[in-house]
T-cell receptor, first 117, second 113 residues
């Protein structure tokens, strides 16, 4: 069966420090991968998605970047964290759909709570 | 651009009460609709989904949702809630342009025993 792992679960970082959050998927190949930020009362905001190795699309301009060095690995990074980067970050994967696009449900990791001091 | 509205941010019900959570979306094309649930301390998980066919879809744990195209709605229902249904519920939409989900703001449901 497929599993998704996200770490760390919690992270406290000072302003200006770098960030690296990692997400890996097991049990499937060539998944679509996603990074979201979840804010209370605002649902989930899609930050990045990837349909393949080295292919990253950014949905919103921000202080973060994403990379996909391997098929089932998705990394969220920042060179210098801002206070506004605090939040709950979720990684998700979905299968590459056949036929009609957009019909594959997404499966979420447990999330990383990031606090910037 | 797609958008999803969940008008009830917080809902408090007693056990055995009926539940209906509203979800309205804005999108000009064919949509795929989802409800996700996040139980306390757990990750988001799929509750049910609609792609095509019967507009009344049934999901896990006795939940169902009805797609009403003319109202751009996909409301979630359950005839009789249980304390274990306490969770946050998210409606989401994707269009045929890709598999990117647009989420609503979520509804926090508390069921009192």
């Amino acid at each position: 069966s497929q599993t998704i792992h996200q770490w760390p679960a919690t992270l406290v970082q000072p302003v200006g420090s770098p960030l690296s959050l990692e997400c890996t998927v097991e049990g499937t190949s060539n998944p679509n991968l996603y990074w979201y930020r979840q804010a209370a009362g605002r649902g989930l905001q899609l930050l990045f998605y990837s349909v393949g190795i080295g292919q990253i699309s950014s949905e919103v301009p921000q202080n973060l970047s994403a990379s996909r060095p391997q098929d089932r690995q998705f990394i969220l990074s920042s060179k210098k964290l801002l206070l506004s980067d605090s939040g709950f970050y979720l990684c998700a994967w979905s299968a590459q759909g056949r036929g009609r696009l957009g019909n594959q449900p997404q499966h979420f990791g447990d999330g990383t709570r990031l606090s910037i001091l | 651009a797609q958008s999803v509205s969940q008008h009830n941010h917080h809902v408090i019900l007693s056990e055995a009460a009926s539940l209906e959570l509203g979800c309205n979306y804005s999108y000009g094309g064919t949509v795929n609709l989802f409800w996700y649930v996040q139980y306390p301390g757990q990750h988001l998980q799929l509750l049910l989904k609609y792609f095509s066919g019967d507009p009344l879809v049934k999901g896990i744990k006795g939940f169902e949702a009805e797609f009403i195209k003319s109202k751009f709605s996909f409301n979630l229902r359950k005839p009789s809630v249980q304390w274990s249904d306490t969770a946050e519920y998210f409606c989401a939409v994707s269009g045929n342009a890709g598999n990117m989900l647009t989420f609503g703001g979520g509804t926090r449901l508390m069921v009192k025993p």
